[in-house]
């Protein structure tokens, strides 16, 4: 089998960091391009996140792109009180030698989508929707050319994370993510559902640390970092490991289970705004729009990781 074409769209972000080194990992994935948007820091540092990471990767010929600075309609909502000042708190690393492709990152997935046979893109979004739902906006033509959608956003059971009634990718751009989530893609969501059973633990980090090398060093420093936020906040044995359950879905669908069903975003409401209201019951009558993921074989995720990441 060819390896399935992805371009991940992200805000790196510790979680999102582990996601890209998972796919850089895997033969069954061809990253064609990693495009950076503005949500955990500010655009110029996921930017630079993003080449950091493809460096520790080996992998300085990936083309990073940077994209929108802000959501479409609103002022950007940042998340530095978990990930840090610079999102990739943890560890130090080397600035990126690396240069940012010339082009933004929306013309890319554009023109990538225009390019290849329709079918053949995986869109991996693991940020704030903006950069995608600006894509589709400008060309509409390229939306039935997505092979599926696979992001991690939004919750149903586990409600909110940056809010009460809402998770921080959808809260940070909820135009954005209603765009994506009507424009009738076949999409894969990864909530906060899954998320908060994928947690990390000692045992892991331990493994991660015994594999010796600069990969498994910086992946455990940056869960030890952004432990520390999310073990306050939950209590619990560790902190969810959100970003790389996308591309673990890719890599071993099996892990994963859901349902079809409908999904609808607020961007409207007085205290809800950024909710994914997802109809779990099929209670609405209204027509599924997503696989919405309600579970994860913790182990088995996790054994992939440290499986793949000692690959790097
Ligand atoms: C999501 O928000 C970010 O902080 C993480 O990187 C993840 O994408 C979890 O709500
Ligand atoms: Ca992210």
Redesign the pocket.
């Known amino acids: 089998m060819p390896p399935r074409r992805i371009i991940i769209d992200?805000?790196?972000?510790?979680?999102?960091a582990v996601a890209i080194l998972l796919a850089l990992a895997s033969p069954e994935l061809e990253v064609l391009g990693i495009t950076a948007v503005a949500?955990?820091v500010p655009l110029a540092l996921t930017a630079r996140n993003a080449r950091i990471v493809c460096e520790l990767a080996g992998r300085a010929d990936i083309p990073v792109f940077a994209g929108c600075d802000r959501p479409l309609e609103r002022r950007l909502v940042t998340?530095e009180h978990?990930?840090g000042k610079t999102g990739l708190d943890g560890i130090a690393l080397p600035e990126p030698a690396m240069e940012l492709q010339p082009a933004h990152a929306v013309d890319f997935i554009v023109e990538t989508l225009r390019r290849e046979p329709a079918g053949t893109v995986t869109l991996v979004p693991?940020?704030p929707l903006t950069n995608i739902a600006a894509a589709f906006r400008t060309a509409p033509d390229i939306i039935p050319r997505v092979a599926e959608v696979v992001l991690?956003?939004g919750?149903y059971f586990e409600v909110g994370?940056?809010t009460p009634a809402a998770?921080?990718?959808i809260y940070v751009d909820p135009e954005a993510a209603d765009a994506v989530f009507r424009a009738g893609v076949p999409l894969v969501v990864m909530p906060?559902d899954v998320?908060h059973r994928a947690l990390t633990s000692a045992a892991w980090l331990d493994a991660l640390r015994g594999l010796g090398t600069r990969v498994g060093a910086a992946v455990a420093s940056w869960c030890d970092f952004f432990e520390r936020f999310d073990k306050a906040k939950y209590g619990g044995e560790g902190a969810?490991l959100?970003?790389p359950c996308t591309v673990a879905y890719l890599l071993r669908p099996q892990l994963f289970s859901g349902r079809h069903v409908n999904v609808v975003i607020e961007t409207q409401g007085a205290f809800t705004t950024g909710m994914t209201v997802a109809d779990w019951w099929r209670v609405s009558g209204r027509p599924a729009n997503a696989h919405f993921i309600g579970s994860v074989d913790r182990v088995g995720y996790f054994s992939l990781l440290t499986e793949r990441l000692a690959r790097l």
């Open positions: 992200t805000d790196p972000g510790q979680d999102d949500g955990n998340a978990v990930h693991i940020g991690m956003g919750a994370n940056i998770e921080f990718n906060l998320t969810p959100h970003d």
